[in-house]
């Protein structure tokens, strides 16, 4: 009996807490809005984390149990924060009157970390070994991806006003 109240204690006190940090999610990245460098400085330093995983991983692909170990970190910051503050600001600057290549930018990177959480979760899954070093790969890939922009019509240039990702954001950033 005292084990179930203990679980049930850690169960309520992890749901609280889970709910608290939604909350601190509701952003608006408006141009009238002047704190958009707080919420860069959070999805920079989440993308840093992810990278730092994924380089560990890279220099150690024929360790299976890391490249899983590492893929499930990778997972869990995007699933306790990053991703879902990404699409929270993907459909508020939808309605705003940014310049459009901000708002392909955050698109481009929702649609990244979207492919990158559901890579991830596939190698925390389980996957065989080559598998997962083939995962970790593309992975690795992808966060070049979020820094440097997406190439979404697979035409090897990079298109400066559709294309963008972070830097261009960290850069749009600085200037606002």
Aim: cysteine-free.
């Amino acid at each position: 009996m005292i084990r179930i109240i203990k679980i049930f204690s850690t169960f309520t006190i992890l749901v609280l807490f889970s709910l608290t940090s939604v909350s601190a999610m509701d952003l608006d990245l408006g141009p009238d809005r002047n704190d958009n460098k707080s919420f860069m400085e959070a999805i920079n330093s989440d993308i840093e984390s992810m990278d730092k995983y994924i380089q560990i991983s890279i220099k150690s692909l024929d360790d299976h149990y890391l490249l899983i170990e590492n893929a499930a970190a990778i997972n869990k910051i995007l699933k306790s924060y990053l991703l879902e503050a990404i699409v929270s600001a993907n459909e508020s600057i939808k309605q705003s009157s940014v310049p459009d290549k901000v708002k392909f930018s955050f698109e481009n990177i929702q649609t990244i970390l979207f492919s990158i959480r559901d890579k991830s979760g596939q190698i925390a899954g389980g996957l065989n070994p080559v598998g997962v070093a083939f995962y970790s790969e593309e992975i690795a890939e992808l966060i070049k991806s979020l820094y440097k922009g997406y190439d979404k019509n697979n035409n090897s240039q990079l298109e400066e006003d559709t294309e963008s990702t972070l830097d261009f954001l960290n850069s749009w950033n600085k200037g606002n």
